[in-house]
């Protein structure tokens, strides 16, 4: 499987190694349509009636963990946020005042989206649900993630 070849101890991946993974959580890590949080989930359509609590916060849920971590073969891997991080880095280290136009682009693009899909998410299970939304840690841990390491690697570049 990709995932154990990208993640060998001692071994940093390749970047065509990082964007076959990245492409593989895209495509393979689709949740069935009842767990698919409508408006933000691609195909989703909204339910008739506001569904339970639990199935609110399952599908926020899954909806963030896609862009952090996904489960497999009895470990947690990184999702799209953290896969491209080191990429991302070199994009700017790199590219300094454009890392768009660094080799290392297509990192930067991903890493960005994910973190729009993480914050949108945490949004809009807020704004549906804010009490447990509030009492969820790891959704909070990930948002921090989200916006505070993007914002300190952008910093760097300023003169």
């Known amino acids: ?36 949080v409508a408006g933000l989930d691609g195909t989703a359509t909204a339910d008739p009636a506001p569904p339970p609590l639990s199935v609110t916060m399952q599908r926020h849920a899954l909806y963030i963990i896609r862009e952090t971590c996904v489960w497999d073969s009895l470990r947690f891997v990184p999702g799209i946020l953290y896969l491209h991080r080191g990429f991302v880095s070199q994009a700017l280290h790199e590219g300094k005042a454009e890392p768009l136009r660094s080799k290392y682009a297509p990192s930067v693009l991903a890493a960005y989206r994910s973190a729009c899909n993480l914050l949108n998410g945490l949004r809009h299970a807020y704004t549906m649900e804010p009490g447990m939304t509030k009492r ?12 505070v390491r993007p914002s300190d690697s952008f910093s760097m570049l300023s003169p």
């Not at 001692?10 to 698919?36: M, Q, W």
């Open 1 to 36: 499987m990709i995932v154990d070849k990208a993640f060998q101890a001692g071994k940093a991946p390749s970047y065509a190694t990082i964007l076959r993974l990245d492409a593989d959580l895209r495509d393979n890590c689709v949740y069935p349509e009842k767990l698919r």
């Open 136 to 147: 969820l840690f790891f959704l909070w841990t990930h948002a921090y993630t989200a916006t």
